[in-house]
């Protein structure tokens, strides 16, 4: 699986051939007290496959809630039986090995 995280904004790219991709998104909203994890799977095409979205109330920080959205990405690839080839998430300061610790 390639794992791609951008510090500036890239041009989005397909999955490769005969492969899926997930893009991963976490959202943190302190004042309003909760926050959303997301998820979305393309496939080579570009043509929507499964997405999920997950509000939860409380107060995290920005790198517990992006390590959170990993997770519950991986684990709805997981339980669907997807084999990823590319995942894709904007957090810079989360490193890969947290999400893969949190699902074993």
């Known amino acids: 699986m390639l794992v791609t995280r951008h510090a500036f904004p ?6 490769p051939p005969r492969g899926l991709k997930i893009n991963t998104n976490a959202s943190v909203r302190p004042s309003a007290g909760f926050y959303t994890t997301s998820a979305v799977i393309w496939d080579e095409c570009g043509f929507f496959v499964a997405m999920q979205e997950r509000k939860v109330i409380g107060q995290l920080s920005t790198e517990d809630v992006e390590s959170m959205a990993m997770q519950d990405d991986l684990i709805l690839v997981r339980d669907r039986g997807y084999q990823i080839a590319v995942t894709e998430c904007d957090s810079l300061r989360v490193g890969w090995d947290t999400y893969l610790n949190k699902i074993k």
């Open 10 to 15: 890239q041009r989005w790219q397909l999955a």
